[in-house]
């Protein structure tokens, strides 16, 4: 069993925690010397979003959940970058970039949107 807390009843949450899966089922097949760089590096900014999002979800001020979602954003945006680059590199083929690119698409969307209703004016 496992407890639930805020941040589960998030879709970005999700989606985040799916593309970290993702990132290391890829990441596990690059070369072993990238074991302390790329692979490093994409695995904890993939981390990084989901838990973003999940330390925002506590917080009490719509400013401050803002704040981590813009965080969450930031660390999407290194995966992006990276993934690009690796694929670049030959450690992963044009299929397996184009499905996990789509994902990252898919996500920042959702957050962009997930940090606009943050900003808005909190009820009085």
């Not at 695995?43 to 009490?60: D, K, L, P």
């Not at 990276?82 to 670049?88: L, S, T, V």
């Not at 590199?89 to 690119?101: T, V």
Request: hydrophobic share 40%; with cysteine; glycine share 6%.
């Amino acid at each position: 069993m496992k407890i639930s807390f805020t941040y589960h009843k998030l879709q970005v949450w999700y989606l985040a925690k799916d593309l970290v899966i993702e990132v290391y089922r890829i990441t596990g097949c690059f070369p072993v010397e990238e074991k302390f760089g790329l692979v490093s590096q994409l695995n904890r900014a993939a981390v990084s979003v989901a838990s973003n999002i999940a330390e925002g979800s506590g917080r009490t001020s719509r400013k401050d959940q803002a704040h981590f979602t813009q965080l969450a954003y930031g660390s999407l945006m290194e995966v992006a970058c990276q993934i690009e680059i690796a694929c670049d590199l030959g450690f992963m083929d044009e299929n397996e970039y184009l499905q996990i690119a789509r994902k990252i698409d898919t996500l920042s969307g959702k957050l962009s949107a997930f940090r606009s209703a943050q900003t808005k004016a909190e009820p009085r």
